[in-house]
């Protein structure tokens, strides 16, 4: 089965930690995305790769960091400077710049 | 800088009507316009995409057009089912911005039975 997974579902960060998302995909698609989305609001970009070992800030990079090591992985780390962590993260991969973006499931991120 | 808007921000139907869900956006120069659903709690699912150069996108049920002049895009349902419950979303991709596609707000839709 070919898509995208996320993992986990739901993330509960304690004040000042570091939390890491996982994100996978087996679509072969070179490029990658992050995007978070706030309660009743659109998505916004936070992180995108085009390519292995290559990665771009998006409108709302600050307190985020992402790598991208393999084309099949982008994870996304939520450092303590992101001091309004709580949203659903969502990713997505598209074979090109120019083409159709595929989501995952995402991940709920709530602070304790 | 690319704005994209939804109108109505939620939306209530009896089952069997026709609706159609609108989408604005501030820059003509797009590359493409795309509309997805989103479940509760659940990723985007895509429904149409829309080339620049294109009039409108057909898929069953729905059909989408674009007006890229005017800066708009509706999405019609026809005939309704509860099971099209969810929040519609639109998204434009930029001439000069490939990777970042801008969202509007979505439009929550609500069929009852």
Redesign the interface.
């Known amino acids: 089965d070919g898509g995208?997974t996320?993992s986990p579902k739901y993330l509960f960060r304690k004040e000042g930690q570091n939390v890491t998302l996982s994100c996978e995909q087996n679509l072969n698609h070179d490029?990658m995305?992050w995007y978070r989305q706030d309660p009743?609001?659109?998505?916004?970009?936070i992180y995108?790769s085009?390519i292995v070992n290559d990665f771009?800030k998006?409108?709302i990079a600050e307190g985020y960091s992402v790598s991208r090591e393999k084309k099949e992985s982008f994870p996304l780390t939520v450092t303590s400077a992101q001091k309004n962590p709580t949203a659903?993260y969502?990713c997505?991969s598209s074979s090109g710049?120019?083409e159709?973006?595929?989501?995952?499931?995402?991940t709920?991120l709530l602070v304790l | 800088k690319q704005e994209v808007t939804q109108i109505p921000a939620a939306l209530s139907v009896p089952e069997g009507e026709n609706l159609v869900l609108n989408c604005s956006f501030t820059d003509s120069a797009i590359y493409n316009l795309q509309w997805f659903r989103q479940d509760p709690g659940k990723g985007l699912t895509s429904l149409l995409l829309i080339q620049s150069s294109q009039r409108e996108q057909t898929s069953g049920r729905l059909n989408a057009s674009l007006d890229k002049s005017s800066g708009r895009s509706t999405l019609y349902i026809a005939a309704s089912q509860p099971g099209d419950s969810a929040t519609y979303l639109c998204a434009v991709l930029h001439n000069n911005a490939g990777n970042m596609l801008t969202f509007g707000g979505g439009t929550r839709l609500m069929v009852k039975p």
């Open positions: 995208i996320q490029a995305y009743g609001q659109g998505l916004r970009l995108y085009q771009q998006g409108d659903f969502l997505a710049t120019w159709t973006q595929y989501f995952g499931p995402g709920r």
